[in-house]
């Protein structure tokens, strides 16, 4: 195969379908090779990414450009520098989840709707999709890897 495509393949299982603030996510890593494979190590990752978007005025013209900006990563090593072995290996996994609290509502009435209006905007938190990240790295060619959405709520 050309530069590891097609070379195997990872699937990540987790035991829920949602997580919530705190709570331990626990899955596994499926590897499954269709030859031996030196690589640099097996790993995932549990992230969050947020789109930031700016816009700049120049000479009367308005630019616009975005960038991602990854939050809160935990990373986990399942294994390291070896020969892996054709055929499939699991890998068991937890992370625990942080507790990202949710801005105040400052209170109730008219004052406390505005609150939570400003606050929604002001969350670092807004926005944020949530990731799981496991590649196996393979030394001078594409990485075998497979990248999962999470339901986190808070």
């Known amino acids: 195969m050309v530069l590891g495509i ?5 699937d ?3 035991e829920k379908q949602s997580y919530a603030n705190g709570e331990l996510l626990k899955g596994k890593v499926m590897l499954n090779l269709n030859s031996a494979k030196k690589a640099k190590g097996l790993r995932i990752q549990f992230y969050g990414e947020r789109t930031e978007r700016k816009t700049h005025f120049s000479g009367g013209r308005s630019h616009s450009s975005s960038s991602t900006v990854r939050i809160m990563a935990q990373e986990i090593k399942l294994d390291s520098e070896k020969e892996y072995p054709a055929g499939s ?4 996994f937890s992370f625990q989840l942080p507790i990202v ?3 105040g509502s400052g209170g109730d009435g008219i004052f ?3 609150a939570g209006i400003f606050s929604s905007m002001t969350d670092p938190y807004a926005n944020v999709q949530w ?10 060619s594409f990485d075998i890897s497979k ?3 999470v ?4």
């Open 6 to 10: 097609g070379e195997g393949k990872i």
């Open 12 to 14: 990540i299982i987790t």
């Open 89 to 92: 290996k699991d890998y068991d």
């Open 101 to 103: 609290q949710k801005p």
């Open 112 to 114: 406390g709707a505005i």
């Open 131 to 140: 990731f799981l990240d496991s590649s196996l790295d393979l030394p001078l």
């Open 147 to 149: 990248k999962q959405r």
């Open 151 to 154: 339901n986190f709520t808070r």
